[in-house]
């Protein structure tokens, strides 16, 4: 069993940064693939990055694409989304998820949220 645990969200201004972080319990967590998730208030949530765990391609939402890095560190079983140039329709809460087959297409594992505010 796996657990994930999110840390790093806040409020910022527009145009600044924030770095989300989620620490996963559990072995053999290098070899899963994982993802961020968003949900922001009356919508449905929606993959923001994600990363295989097989040949840690990267797959990213185009409303991000340039803004936003997806990162582990596997001796630290973290994973890791930069967030640069923040805009107010950032705002959300953002979910980790872990996929035990590395691949990316089902995502077993999730954590409970970090809300992350930006003001205009």
């Known amino acids: 069993q796996v657990q994930l645990v999110e840390s790093g969200g806040g409020l910022v201004q527009a145009g600044g940064s924030l770095r989300l972080s989620c620490t996963a319990s559990g072995r053999a967590f290098s070899s899963y693939a994982v993802g961020w998730f968003r949900q922001a208030p009356g919508k449905e949530r929606e993959l923001v990055a994600t990363?295989?765990?097989?040949?840690?391609?990267?797959h990213y939402a185009e409303s991000v694409k340039g803004r936003f890095t997806i990162s582990r560190d596997n001796a630290k079983n973290t994973v890791y989304l930069q967030m640069d140039n923040l805009k107010p329709e950032d705002t959300a809460v953002y979910y980790c998820a872990g996929d035990w087959t590395g691949r990316g297409a089902s995502y077993t594992y999730w954590g409970q949220g970090t809300q992350v505010t930006v003001s205009s």
């Open positions: 990363k295989r765990g097989s040949d840690g391609l990267t």
